[in-house]
Each structure stands twice: as structure tokens, then as C-alpha cells.
């Protein structure tokens, strides 16, 4: 279960998959919005790591 805290480095780690301007959401270009998608994912992970693995 603990393995899932690895994607958000998986995911962020390797610029050059996520360093283009298209497609835009809300005026943002992917680099940014993917970036910032990241951050409530993140969170959500880590709450099912903690639900997941508390005793």
C-alpha cells in the first residue's frame, strides 16, 4: 500500500513528459495545471496510505 506514495515523485519527476504549453485549462498552460493537479492527488494518496496501513 505504501508503494502508492511513489507516484507523485513517479509523476513529477520526468519534466520533459509534462513540459508543454498545450492543452490549456483555464488559461493555464499543461505545465502548470498538471503540476498543480498533483498537490490534491498527493494528498488524496496519502490519505489512503494512512487509512490503509493504520492499526
Known sequence: MRWLL???FIGLLWVPF???KE?????FP???WYQLLWVPLTSLLTYIVWKGTKE
Open 23 to 27: 492543452p490549456q485549462l483555464l488559461g
Open 6 to 8: 511513489l507516484l507523485p
Open 30 to 32: 499543461f505545465f502548470y
Open 18 to 20: 509534462y513540459n508543454f
